[in-house]
Every structure is written in structure tokens, then in C-alpha cells.
């Protein structure tokens, strides 16, 4: 593994092992930002993610979502903001919350770590956005 990459993955683990299950993002986030991480771009349904750090980028394929040919789902606005939120209250594991993103229509998202916000966009230019709070690592 290159540094990055090296770097990313440590961020990543870290991340996973002091997130809290209620509201987690947040802090997943901080270690990502501290990590050197600018911008992570995810499309769906591939479950690719792009990494822009300070140093270069990184991409991460995921276990895709769908396979083969599928209709993308309309984007709706009520649906996406309650998979983030049942992500956020803890009922959801990040897989599920891709997978309820992709049926509300998502088929990708931008996280802004320097400005903390995340937009969601659906295929035919929608978008819904929201802001995360700043979180302080302890340590």
C-alpha cells in the first residue's frame, strides 16, 4: 500500500473504532478531516468512493449495490432525509443507509469536510443538502 492509502485506512479504522452508534458521522468525519481528507465523492449504486486528500486521491470500491441493468429510482426529497436520519439516530448500518439512499434516488453525494456539509444529488439534478456539527477528538 502507498502511503495514502496507508493513511486513509488507518483514518478509516480509527474512525470506525471510536465512532458512536447515535450520531457517528460527525465524528468519522473529524478523524477523516484530520486524516488530511478534503472532499469524499461517492457514487451509487457502484458503492465507489473518492478520497480528495491534501496529498493526492484515493479511490475505494465497495460491494455494489444493484448489478446488471436497473431503472434508477425517482428522487424524493422526504425519503432521502429519512435515511439520513435513521443513519443518524443509530437504526441503520452504512450499508442499509446507501442502499435506502439509492431507493429515494440518490445516485451520489459530495462530503465537504473543510465546510462540513454533505449534498445528495439524484440523476436528473436534484439535490438536497445539510450541514454536520463540528466535533472535538478527545486525545
Known amino acids: 500500500m502507498t502511503n495514502l492509502i496507508t493513511k486513509l485506512s488507518e483514518a478509516q479504522k480509527l474512525a470506525m473504532s471510536i465512532r458512536p452508534k447515535v450520531g457517528g458521522f460527525p465524528t468519522l468525519a473529524e478523524v477523516l478531516r484530520e486524516a488530511g481528507v478534503i472532499e469524499n465523492r461517492w457514487f451509487l449504486p457502484s458503492c465507489q468512493a473518492i478520497y480528495q486528500m491534501k496529498e493526492g486521491s484515493v479511490v475505494q470500491q465497495g ?4 448489478t446488471g441493468v436497473h431503472e434508477i429510482p425517482k428522487f424524493h426529497r422526504e ?3 429519512k435515511a439520513i436520519r435513521e443513519d443518524q ?7 442499509e ?12 453525494y459530495d462530503v465537504d ?12 439534478g436534484e439535490s438536497y443538502w445539510e450541514e454536520y456539527p463540528a466535533v472535538t477528538l478527545e486525545g
Open 63 to 66: 460491494t455494489p449495490l444493484v
Open 97 to 108: 443507509f446507501l442502499k435506502a439512499a439509492w431507493e429515494a434516488g440518490v445516485v451520489g
Open 79 to 81: 425519503n432521502v432525509i
Open 89 to 95: 439516530e443509530g437504526k441503520s448500518t452504512f450499508p
Open 113 to 124: 469536510f473543510t465546510n462540513r456539509k454533505v449534498i445528495y444529488y439524484g440523476v436528473n
